[in-house]
């Protein structure tokens, strides 16, 4: 018996100690896998944010139109639903990525065992096996880096995020989050860039396409390597057959099928000026970080067709200036447009230069420049405000002013060196001369003048002595524009507006700017004065575009040496104002005035922008106003308009024809001399 149970003996003991090493083994590598596990764990972010994706997503700026101009990002990204998203764009991602997305809870096993025997046979590492939902928590959650470690985070992430969310959100999130080349984050963003669409419009060809990008988004990019794209295109429409998403007839007529490409990856430069005026704005209000990634949309005035016009007639404008100065055209001069309709205050056109790319300063908004003869409207107004006519008469003749020594004198001048003698007030102005402006601005006086100026929108710091008349003090066009609006609008000047709505990634509304206006000047003198500026354009400084066929009126500004040469003019409609001139502060050249350097582009603005209006009868003549001829040789009743008699708006409270003038208001202070 011995004999026969001793081998039984021996047997039972050796199963015994493998059963126990087994036991220790499995016990060490569950206790140091747990304790793996729980190492890696400590180091795993929460996936709660997911179940509340909110992306940084990208701002987008839209015209009057509401087209988009452009988008503002840090990440070019715009969220859409998975709803608005066509059924084939799911199921073709998911095909060429993770074919069994619906069977898996977050990390496919038998991928990467494909993988792993593929890298073996390849001697290299080339696919990662990465389901769509360890593609969401890498891109989310972790870090880039390629280490066995962040594969295991990304494998447990991967299961509790399948877990916490279905699979249509898991879906969702990645398709807007996935980068797919030339800046484009998620699916509605790539579709904008790559076809100028939206992705709820694409079709199989392209979504194919666009499903061929996550693997490697620059080797692939259609606008890089054309023919690697449609290789790829090619496989995803190959997956889509094999799972049965589509039939192999349609994948072939979608491999076919010409694809158009958007032909602008960027937004026209010629909006550059007025985006980045926009995005100041939002950016000071706001923050950088709700413009950058907080996906809003902003509403604003820009009529692209004017925008377009604009920089046109600036480069035209600009050209010819250098034809005229060819022998001393060392470089161009910069130039600055705005256009502001005049019922709504609505800014539809702003060139701030000649080149965004060269100089980000914006002209039209930011330079303070002389105006020269284009400020003599305010001073003409508040002489009507105190009473002064059409029919008043000034004497154009020599003037010299003492300073505050005996040693300083200021002896002013007209541009063309010569005197006409008694002058009208109509004459006055639309000839622009300055010695009949001097002497008004002494009866008036630069306070009151000032005073005007301010209530018609002139923010910038103006001098208080007779130089005033002469344009001495510098504006910006767009204040000059906002106080033209006032004379067209019968006298109630318009706020500017840029935008009209901001509406944030919820679709709350979080502004909204709608026309106001204050009361600036009497409507029967704004009238006077636009009948006054509409003899500037006939017979006056800017009659080199009387062409223009349409009622206008607007004044011409030029400043000393020609260094700023300006025009500001209006329809009923429309006010626009032109300023060409050196940022250095030199001369334009002889003879560049404001009706040969501006006048010209504003013409040539104008008659592209006048066609969004309709034709109107001219401007409205307003209560308390009756027109009567005037002789303007005498400054008396005149008899059949012609030669130099011209018809012309009296205020029916006020006598038309001269009186005894005021005294003067003028004192020590308001000479141009301290």
């Not at 996936?47 to 015209?63: C, E, M, N, R, W």
């Not at 060409?580 to 040969?596: K, M, P, R, V």
Request: with cysteine.
């Amino acid at each position: 018996m011995h004999n026969k149970t001793q081998p039984i003996i021996r047997t039972w003991t050796h199963v015994q100690l493998t059963l126990f090493l087994l036991a220790i083994s499995l016990t060490l590598t569950l206790g140091l896998g747990g304790a793996f596990y729980l190492f890696i764990s400590l180091d795993i972010p929460e996936i709660g944010s997911l179940k509340h994706y909110q992306p940084a997503t990208a701002s987008i700026i839209y015209d009057s139109a509401q087209q988009p101009i452009t988008h503002v990002s840090r990440e070019n990204r715009t969220l859409v639903p998975l709803s608005a998203m066509p059924e084939l764009l799911p199921q073709a991602f998911v095909a060429a990525e993770d074919s069994r997305f619906y069977q898996h809870s977050g990390v496919d096993a038998w991928s990467i065992i494909r993988a792993l025997l593929h890298n073996i046979r390849a001697g290299e590492r080339g696919q990662g096996g990465s389901t769509i939902t360890q593609q969401v928590a890498r891109a989310l959650l972790l870090t880039p880096e390629k280490t066995y470690t962040r594969k295991i985070k990304e494998a447990i992430l991967a299961y509790r995020i399948d877990t916490a969310l279905s699979k249509e959100e898991i879906l969702h999130i990645y398709l807007n989050q996935i980068y797919l080349g030339s800046s484009a984050h998620g699916v509605e963003a790539a579709a904008q860039i790559y076809f100028d669409k939206r992705v709820q419009d694409l079709n199989l060809a392209e979504i194919a396409l666009l499903a061929g990008l996550p693997q490697a988004p620059s080797r692939y990019s259609p606008f890089r390597n054309f023919k690697l794209a449609k290789n790829r295109q090619l496989y995803v429409l190959n997956r889509m057959a094999e799972e049965g998403y589509i039939t192999p007839t349609a994948a072939q007529k979608a491999f076919e099928k010409t694809l158009l490409w958007n032909p602008a990856k960027e937004g026209p430069l010629e909006n550059n000026y007025f985006i980045e005026h926009v995005k100041a704005y939002v950016e000071s209000k706001y923050g950088s970080e709700a413009l950058l990634t907080g996906g809003l949309r902003i509403y604003t005035t820009l009529d692209q067709n004017m925008q377009k016009a604009a920089n046109m007639a600036i480069k035209r404008g600009t050209a010819k200036w250098a034809i005229r100065q060819s022998k001393h055209a060392a470089t161009l001069p910069q130039a600055a447009l705005i256009a502001m309709e005049v019922k709504t205050g609505y800014v539809r056109a702003m060139v701030g230069g000649t080149d965004f790319g060269k100089s980000q300063f914006n002209r039209a908004t930011q330079a303070r420049r002389q105006p020269g003869s284009a400020f003599k409207p305010f001073i003409y107004a508040a002489a009507l405000e105190k009473g002064m006519t059409p029919a008043t008469m000034i004497v154009d003749e020599p003037i010299q002013f003492r300073g505050a020594s005996s040693m300083q004198y200021w002896e002013p001048k007209n541009y063309n060196n010569k005197f006409e003698g008694p002058t009208s007030f109509r004459n006055a102005l639309v000839h622009s001369r300055n010695i009949p402006t001097i002497k008004i601005l002494q009866q008036v006086g630069a306070a009151n003048t000032i005073d005007l100026a301010k209530r018609m929108g002139i923010t910038s710091p103006l001098g208080k002595d007779l130089s005033l008349a002469l344009g001495t003090s510098g504006v910006s066009p767009l204040e000059l524009t906002r106080a033209y609006a006032a004379f067209a609008n019968s006298g109630r000047m318009p706020r500017a507006i840029f935008i009209e709505k901001i509406v944030d990634s919820t679709g709350k509304v979080l502004e909204e700017q709608h026309p106001a206006f204050s009361e600036a000047l009497d409507p029967r003198v704004a009238y006077q004065m636009t009948h006054l500026m509409e003899g500037v354009i006939t017979d006056g400084t800017a009659r080199g575009i009387s062409s223009f066929g349409a009622p206008a009126a607007g004044k011409t500004g030029t400043t000393d040496q020609n260094v700023d040469a300006w025009f500001v003019g209006y329809t009923p409609e429309l006010t626009t104002c032109v300023w060409i001139g050196h940022d250095q502060n030199t001369s334009l050249g002889t003879a560049e005035t404001g009706g040969l350097a501006a006048a010209p582009i504003w013409l040539d603005f104008m008659n592209q922008a006048k066609a969004a209006y309709p034709a109107t009868g001219g401007f409205p003549v307003p209560p308390g106003i009756v027109m009567l001829p005037m002789d303007n040789a005498s400054g008396k009743p005149g008899t059949k308009v012609g030669g130099s008699v011209t018809l012309e708006a009296f205020k029916e409270d006020t006598p038309p024809w001269p009186q005894e003038p005021p005294p003067p208001e003028t004192n020590d202070n308001e000479l141009p001399f301290p």
